[in-house]
């Protein structure tokens, strides 16, 4: 299976192009990188997780499959939360939580997170990925300020 391949951005994600310009052809992947970006950023900011929702991201109407939901609890937390240690508690519960579906249904054999402070109000979410025996290390540094004043907080 193949996606286009995304890149986390300081706004965001960003498509990647051959060329490097915006006129070049876009890359597919075929990694699990796409995957974890839409389910940890990819939702609907404003969707808590908790069971039926109107602000449920659109993808959810797609299947009855728990599994397939986004729900990105990380991105909610990020906004609606204080930046503080605790934060870092419920953070890492929300990354977990947004990857439990890959591991309900079998995509990933094991999932570690990490999740601290990098510096000033942006944290580090470092992710250890096991499929098929093979590791993938991602790391997320998002800033925790830049997601609450997408709340105007």
């Known amino acids: 299976m193949s996606d286009l391949k995304l890149i986390a951005t300081a706004d965001n994600a960003d498509l990647v192009y051959n060329s490097g310009d915006e006129f070049g052809d876009l890359v597919l992947d075929s990694g699990i990188e796409e995957y974890v970006y839409i389910a940890l950023f990819g939702g609907n900011r404003d969707d808590a997780g908790q069971g039926n929702s109107e602000n449920s991201h659109w993808s959810n109407l797609l299947t009855n499959e728990p599994a397939y939901n986004l729900r990105s609890q990380t991105a909610y937390t990020l ?46 979410i470092k992710i250890n990925i096991t499929v098929d025996f093979e590791q993938i290390n991602l790391i997320y540094t998002p800033n925790w300020d830049e997601f609450r004043a997408l709340r105007g907080l």
């Open 79 to 124: 906004v609606n939360t204080q930046p503080s240690n605790n934060g870092l508690l419920l953070l890492s519960d929300a990354v977990e939580n947004d990857l439990k579906g890959a591991l309900d249904a079998k995509l990933f054999s094991g999932v570690s997170v990490l999740v601290g402070w990098e510096s000033r109000n942006r944290v580090y």
